[in-house]
């Protein structure tokens, strides 16, 4: 790791994955969407078990990009929960990659994604508090 950069969450990954060939772009670079994608489906993880049960995503927060993902790099999906409502909970993810050979972690993005809560019917409902 860099002296400058800081280290990435404590926590355990949400997700973790190896960027492959099927997902870059036209330049070889791995797609933004690949990336938002699986941010989705860790903050998807992260607020299904804090509602116990299903919840849709409704918003996405300033994501932005801030290294290349390159094909092998291993990437690590960090997921904290910054707020709950009554219905809604939002979820700050972090993406980092790591080269399948080294051990620097560099941070790729992050955003904050906000889930509701629903039910059968696909309606809002309260989540229950801790």
Do not use: C, Q
């Not at 903050?43 to 290294?67: D, I, Q």
């Not at 290349?68 to 960090?78: H, I, N, R």
């Not at 009554?86 to 051990?103: N, Q």
């Amino acid at each position: 790791m860099t002296d400058h950069a800081p280290p990435p969450p404590n926590d355990s990954p949400v997700i973790r994955t190896i960027a492959m060939p099927a997902d870059t772009n036209p330049a070889g670079d791995i797609f933004g969407g690949w990336l938002m994608a699986h941010m989705d489906l860790a903050a998807g993880n992260v607020a299904t078990r804090r509602v116990k049960g299903r919840a849709a995503t409704v918003a996405v927060e300033a994501m932005a990009f801030l290294s290349p993902v390159l094909v092998g790099d291993e990437v690590s999906f960090y997921g904290t929960i910054i707020a709950v409502g009554r219905t809604s909970l939002k979820i700050r993810i972090e993406a980092w990659r790591r080269k399948r050979e080294g051990e620097e972690m560099i941070k790729v993005t992050e955003a904050t994604f906000t889930f509701v809560a629903i039910d059968k019917n696909r309606r809002p409902r309260p989540i229950d508090p801790v």
